[in-house]
């Protein structure tokens, strides 16, 4: 791209948050590594924002000064508004004159404030490969109303307010840079953020009002600050300037104040704000409850030959260091009754009014990790075998218990597994994830009375479950896949003749 601007004049260059690839329209801001006076290197981060139920760091695609942070930790930034501004120096001059670290520059006249974006983080770009890592972590898997990959499209960007040194861009060059850098891999959502000013967020938080329910009066429906005090019932309590208070009844936790010398009594309430992937997930389940039509079936089934197999693989040298649980030889199973019903693995296209069907498989797995449940999916998993399929499901897990959980590990899913039998669950009825067809949910594995030729003995049993989008998927589909997964947990070594 052409410099124009001399190096070393110190111009101020506005860094505007890039869509990360996911096709958000948003991100919160978890924090900063930087404050105003700091010097920057090109390449170094500079802040983490939280997305799709990932925490990216974001690279400085500048050299310089740290001038102003124009966003607050546990704000939302909308796609396309500035985070930050810096002074530049002579030592990003390279960046400017050849595009280096994929930043790209623009100005519309010379020595001119200019404005950055990242690019190289959305699906055009983006190259996805198989990471083999041998980690021996058992993954923690969770229950099935998960399906949190929500994959909001829509992008909206909020009035901009004139900045004192920095020239600013319109949200129409805004969403045009973004249609011409980035591409959408699944169709929007019905349940997509609300679109809003930061200024108008900002006040809607203080206030304790829901966008969800302010009609936006901005440029394409964006809600303003205007929209905002407007929705503040009149019977909250008024400041003296006249601005409207939130109402909420602040709590404490129980304890001796040592400045008081006194014993608080336990808070009766306690208010957490809804954000980060809490809203992430409850909008993909809202999303799913509401567009997609499901059903549910089960099975239970004498797993005893799969459990005999699966300590025997234990003892082998192939299976040294390598964590097997039954959910890997679950996911095997599923697997192979995916290559014979590919039915099952489809996606309905809405905008498009298409079934398609997918002849590959990223499955998904439900994780617990701290900051909730997330579900990476492994690529291409139809290719693996059981010892790599037991790796990958161990590296992901821990990746993702660690927050180091890409977006690309957590997009594209096609068909999810979930695990509400390490809760000692015999079953459940999991929600569809947006974007796939079925979820399967692995009860607990136990010891029970059965009826094994023809005389009552002891062996493992476990209930398989599976919710469906009905509208793709008939209950005779359904039933047929999961008896077929069910008789390769049975009788596992049939599982040789379908690899």
């Not at 404050?35 to 050299?63: C, H, M, R, W, Y």
């Not at 200019?114 to 972590?137: D, I, K, M, Q």
């Not at 009766?268 to 039509?293: F, H």
């Not at 002891?458 to 069910?486: K, N, P, Y």
Request: proline residues 7%; aromatic residues 4%; glycine residues 8%.
């Amino acid at each position: 791209m052409e410099d124009r601007a001399k190096p070393g004049q110190g111009d101020i260059v506005e860094f505007r948050l890039p869509d990360l690839g996911e096709g958000l329209a948003d991100a919160e801001l978890v924090s900063w590594s930087v404050s105003v006076g700091d010097a920057v290197e090109l390449n170094q981060t500079i802040a983490e924002v939280e997305t799709a139920k990932a925490v990216v760091a974001l690279p400085s695609p500048f050299a310089g000064l740290v001038v102003e942070l124009l966003a607050q930790p546990g704000e939302t930034v909308l796609v396309g508004a500035p985070l930050i501004r810096v002074r530049d120096s002579a030592a990003a001059s390279a960046s400017r004159a050849g595009g280096t670290n994929g930043a790209e520059v623009s100005s519309d006249a010379p020595g001119a404030g200019r404005t950055a974006v990242l690019v190289g983080y959305g699906p055009e770009g983006e190259t996805v490969s198989r990471r083999r890592r041998p980690v021996a972590a058992e993954p923690v898997v969770t229950e099935a109303d998960s399906g949190q990959q929500t994959e909001e499209v829509q992008r909206a960007v909020p009035e901009q307010a004139e900045a004192p040194a920095a020239q600013t861009i319109s949200p129409t060059d805004v969403e045009d840079e973004a249609a011409a850098t980035f591409s959408p891999t699944r169709p929007p959502l019905t349940t997509t953020r609300a679109a809003a000013t930061p200024a108008a967020r900002r006040l809607a938080r203080e206030l304790g009002i829901d966008l969800w329910f302010v009609a936006g009066s901005g440029p394409d429906g964006a809600v303003t600050v205007e929209d905002v005090r407007g929705a503040v019932p009149v019977s909250q309590p008024r400041t003296p300037a006249g601005q409207p208070q939130a109402t909420r009844v602040a709590t404490a936790p129980a304890g001796t104040d040592p400045a008081a010398g006194v014993i608080r009594p336990p808070a009766r309430e306690v208010r957490t704000p809804i954000s980060g992937i809490r809203k992430r997930t409850a909008a993909a389940m809202l999303a799913s409850a509401r567009s997609i039509p499901q059903a549910s079936t089960f099975v239970t089934l004498d797993c005893t030959a799969s459990m005999e197999l699966l300590d025997h693989l234990r003892s082998t040298k192939s299976f040294a260091g390598v964590t097997l649980t039954p959910l890997a030889l679950v996911a095997r199973s599923v697997l192979a009754a995916l290559a014979e019903f590919p039915e099952m693995n489809v996606f309905w296209d809405e905008a498009a009014q298409e079934i398609v069907t997918k002849h590959y498989v990223n499955l998904g797995v439900a994780v617990a990790t701290d900051r909730g449940l997330l579900v990476p999916n492994i690529k291409e998993a139809q290719s693996l075998n059981l010892r790599d399929l037991t790796r990958e499901i161990g590296w992901l897990a821990e990746t993702a218990r660690a927050g180091r959980a890409s977006p690309a590990d957590l997009r594209g899913g096609t068909f999810t597994i979930t695990n509400v039998g390490v809760f000692g669950v015999d079953t459940g009825v999991p929600l569809v994830n947006p974007g796939e067809a079925a979820i399967l949910c692995l009860g607990s594995i136990r010891k029970r009375p059965w009826v094994f030729r023809d005389e009552l003995a002891i062996r493992w049993v476990t209930t398989l479950g599976i919710s469906f989008d009905h509208r793709m998927i008939d209950g005779e589909l359904a039933a047929r896949f999961l008896a077929t997964t069910a008789s390769l947990l049975e009788d596992p070594l049939t599982l040789l003749s379908r690899v």
